[in-house]
């Protein structure tokens, strides 16, 4: 099964059927869409002749730069959830859906910004979050967690690590919160499969030229729980597909929907 993250950033410019063709070709069985500017009924034209079922989370607040996530996923699927106690803004960050004991969680974390209220309800949300996965192993449940996390992790996920030490995405305190997420059991499937790589990145600032110079940042991640994480057959960046300021991302792993 091959499922794609990838946040549109409400971008205007996916309007090109070649900025979805590489979807066309891989016909994932899930797609976690972030930032979709997406309207409650529908898919993107561009890949609606693939006959996806589509659960849209569409934000309530009038404060949100987030328009929602939008779950996209082959055959049909009843149940699913927008952990509205997580996200108590409503500003559709999250789905979850359950397939085998598996929970597949669609996810994009509120943007921060120093020293201002919207760095801790960054914080806030992190932790809320950081509550329910726990929750969620102490049931049994696997767990997989793809989309938009707005942090760095490590120095080699951002250009200019110690210049940006004082920036929202790549401070201490949300550094922390992405560790407290591995240390519950979760794996970053990139660098399972690429621990030293450097110079990738998932998302490039719209101004200065910055993709083309690839001065970026990796945001965007599958975490994956230990118990499954030999089922993962790769996770890689797509760096080469354009059309947002964020690029998506694929993991494959051998479970069947």
Not at 67 to 96: S, W
Request: hydrophobic letters at 35%.
């Amino acid at each position: 099964m091959k499922i794609i993250s990838w946040n549109l950033d409400k971008s205007k410019n996916l309007s090109n059927e070649n900025d979805f063709l590489f979807i066309k070709n891989i016909r994932p069985s899930i797609i976690l869409f972030q930032n979709t500017l997406q309207d409650k009924n529908s898919i993107h034209k561009n890949i609606e002749s693939l006959n996806y079922k589509t659960i849209n989370n569409i934000s309530q607040s009038t404060r949100s730069k987030n328009d929602g996530t939008q779950t996209l996923i082959k055959g049909n699927l009843k149940d699913y959830e927008f952990l509205k106690n997580i996200d108590v803004a409503r500003e559709g960050r999250l789905i979850e859906i359950e397939i085998k004991n598996i929970i597949i969680i669609n996810f994009i974390s509120s943007i921060g910004q120093v020293h201002t209220k919207l760095e801790k309800d960054k914080l806030t949300f992190f932790r809320s979050f950081i509550d329910y996965i726990k929750l969620r192993k102490e049931e049994g449940k696997s767990i997989i967690i793809g989309g938009d996390f707005q942090v760095a992790f490590d120095s080699i996920d951002l250009v200019n690590p110690n210049t940006n030490k004082s920036c929202s995405g790549h401070l201490d305190e949300e550094i922390e919160v992405i560790q407290e997420l591995l240390d519950l059991g979760l794996v970053d499937a990139f660098r399972h499969f690429h621990p030293d790589k450097e110079k990738v990145f998932s998302f490039w600032p719209d101004r200065m030229d910055a993709r083309r110079k690839n001065k970026g940042w990796r945001y965007d991640y599958f975490l994956v729980s230990s118990d499954i994480i030999d089922l993962v057959n790769s996770c890689e960046v797509m760096t080469k597909e354009m059309g947002s300021t964020h690029c998506p991302i694929i993991l494959d792993i051998n479970i069947d929907i």
